[in-house]
């Protein structure tokens, strides 16, 4: 079966992919999100993350711990989400390449809030530079279901994407109701 390191930005994300490629591939988790504000919630999306693994039974893979670094993730720049998504994904790119699997993929791929577009583009072209099989699937028409199943059994399911921008326009979306 190939053998697939699927980038996980989170566990509601992550269960609509795992429920799409579990027939098909042998799926481990790789945890690599230095986006995430603050500490706090970094540990607490990690956590839930693994918790998840564990339920599923597959490999969970994390790189570094909370690397957080707020002057990047304030810069005003049209570009902070194609960056975000760069970086994380070439992380995943390379780390499956070093571990001889045989393609990566992307929970990001599940959430209809996300750039979905871009982020199979950034994912095809690591594919060629890195020359690891990228795994396009849509998982978006199973992310409610896979995020209400996870709610059923308590885990955390986060408010804002994870920079500190993300988080402000949370605060005001909040404020403005
Ligand atoms: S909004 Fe989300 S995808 Fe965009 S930079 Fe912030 S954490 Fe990354």
Known sequence: ???LLLHICCAPCSASAADVLKNNFDVSFYWF??????????????????RFAKELGV???EEDGFIY???????????????CYKLRLE????????NNFDAFSTSLLSSPYQKHELIKQISQKLSL????????????PKFYEGKNSLRA??????KYCGCEKSFQEMLERKNNK
């Open 153 to 158: 059994k308590g885990y955390y399911l986060q």
């Open 59 to 61: 490999n969970f893979y």
């Open 33 to 50: 999100n230095p986006n995430i504000y603050d500490q706090k919630e970094y540990e607490i999306r990690k956590e839930n993350a693994k």
């Open 91 to 98: 992380k995943t790119a390379k780390f499956a390449k070093d």
């Open 129 to 140: 530079e890195y020359k690891i099989d990228f795994v396009y699937k849509d998982f978006r």
């Open 69 to 83: 670094d707020g002057k990047k993730w304030k810069q005003e720049s049209s570009l902070i989400c194609e960056n």
């Open 1 to 3: 079966m190939t053998r």
